[in-house]
Nanobody
Framework: QVQLVESGGALVQPGGSLRLSCGAN????????IGWFRQAPGKEREGVAC????????FYVDSVKGRFTISRDHTKGTVHLQMNNLQPEDAGIYYC???????????????????WGQGTQVTVSS
């Protein structure tokens, strides 16, 4: 069974940047749509960004547009989330999830994703 592993979370000051990574233990993620989600304490898990397989197409929720960038590293079969100008409201546990194989489009709907990672903590505080 494919297991996803996130890394890159840390404590950062407001305005700072982080680069999250998502990989799988047994396969390349190149063939799957991948989504990034986050969950803050006391709040529901929300979608942040996703990347499809073909094109590829990307999608961002309004709150992160212009600040976050999702991308693939085909040499490693991984997916990354570059987060710039981080704000306290961006804090939470960030999860990556594996979606459909060969998907031409993606959406940040949790029900559309199967395997999930354990998450990586992002804290934004001065």
């Amino acid at each position: 069974q494919v297991q996803l592993v996130e890394s890159g979370g840390a404590l950062v000051q407001p305005g700072g940047s982080l680069r999250l990574s998502c990989g799988a233990n047994t396969t390349s993620l190149d063939y799957y749509s991948i989504g990034w989600f986050r969950q803050a304490p006391g709040k529901e898990r929300e979608g942040v960004a996703c990347i499809s397989v073909t094109a590829p197409n990307t999608f961002y929720v309004d709150s992160v547009k212009g600040r976050f960038t999702i991308s693939r590293d085909h040499t490693k079969g991984t997916v990354h989330l570059q987060m710039n100008n981080l704000q306290p409201e961006d804090a939470g546990i960030y999860y990556c999830a594996k979606g459909s194989i060969g998907a031409p489009y993606c959406a940040v709907v949790p029900g559309g994703y199967g395997a999930w990672g354990q998450g990586t903590q992002v804290t934004v505080s001065s």
